[in-house]
């Protein structure tokens, strides 16, 4: 295992499929233990605390993680960059190698990529992703972990990402191309994801059967894909490009009629906070095929696996 989970470009392909299984086991044993009365306790983290910290808003993230240490047997710790030093200035190297000093994991949703690496380099202890402006590598797992439930496998399979080529499309494509699920991002035209982690998802591709395409087509992108997925428009951040983008993204809402290109049997995803009437019509956000909450209930399992594996 890697000393870090930083990108979905840091487990391998045998990893990340163990971490899946290992997801499903425990999505598994939850449920048995829920109905025996309670989710706990597990021993995978006892005497372990992991360190969540936030700079920017969240709900599942901070939630999912809280809970996964909880019932894990360990001490989560949610912190707030305006809580921290960090918010005065504090670099985040010198709050990397202290908080290592006194926890076992460090959780980090944050803005540029190179702000979390930069913590990571600095900490003793393994760093996990929780969202940068780059990437979404947790969230990741747990759409796997959910296309998986839903279509059995990935080899042959297709989803197709419609909207902005953001963090949530940058994961996706890396870890999509891992596992041999051909990915397709359907975005509007200066909204590519990241030509970096594009090339790499092709090279992933290259080995694992999978095909990456890239159109600004929302029709192409769809047709016969075995799941449809949408994120907000702009992301965290991106507060003041949000009119600008509102107008011209309108050609990429799912709707249903959209769906109707997908192959029979397609599911819709998002990784939610979702905006009913934007990038999604609550007819589709509310119906039959969408997987949406699943994939939000994912987040503990998948978060549990990846914890308990680095953690090992
Ligand atoms: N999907 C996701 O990461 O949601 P939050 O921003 O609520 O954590
Ligand atoms: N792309 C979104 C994802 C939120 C979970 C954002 O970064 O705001």
């Known amino acids: 295992m890697p000393a ?7 487990l391998s392909a045998a990893e990340l499929i163990a971490v899946l299984d290992r997801a499903d086991e425990l999505k598994a044993d939850r449920a048995a233990r829920m109905r025996a009365g309670t989710a706990l306790p597990r021993e995978e983290l006892r005497g372990r605390t992991v360190a969540m910290v936030f700079e920017k808003p969240s709900t599942r993230t901070r939630v999912s993680f809280q809970v996964a240490v909880t019932e894990l047997g360990g001490a989560p710790l949610p912190l707030s ?22 926890v076992h994991a460090i959780v980090v949703r944050t803005f540029g990529q190179d702000r979390l690496v930069e913590l990571a380099e600095a900490s003793s202890a393994p760093v996990v992703n929780a969202l940068t402006d780059l990437e979404h590598p947790c969230q990741a797992l747990a759409d796997l972990q959910t296309f998986r439930e ?29 596992v041999g699920l051909s990915v397709r991002v359907a975005h509007p035209e200066g909204h590519a994801p990241d030509a970096g982690i594009v090339a790499r998802a092709e090279q992933l591709a290259a080995g694992s059967g999978a095909r990456i395409t890239l159109t600004t087509d929302p029709v192409a992108g769809v047709a016969g894909a075995d799941a449809v997925y949408t994120d907000v428009w702009a992301s965290m951040g991106q507060e003041s490009e949000a009119d600008e983008r509102a107008g011209r993204f309108v050609p990429y809402r799912v709707t249903a009629e959209l769906m109707g290109h997908a192959a029979d049997g397609a599911v819709f995803l ?34 549990k696996a990846l914890l308990a594996t680095l953690l090992a």
């Open 270 to 303: 998002h990784c939610l906070p979702a905006h009913r009437g934007e990038e999604v019509t609550a007819e589709v956000m509310d119906g039959p095929a969408s997987r949406v909450f699943d994939q939000a209930e994912n987040r503990l399992h998948a978060q």
């Open 150 to 178: 839903v279509h059995g496998g990935f080899s042959g399979r297709t989803l197709a990402y419609v909207g902005d080529g953001n963090n949530v499309a940058n994961s996706l494509l890396l870890a999509g191309a891992k």
């Open 81 to 102: 960059s305006a809580e921290l030093q960090l918010g005065r200035g504090e670099t985040v190297a010198d709050t990397g190698t202290v908080l290592a000093r006194y």
């Open 4 to 10: 870090h989970f930083l990108s979905a470009d840091d």
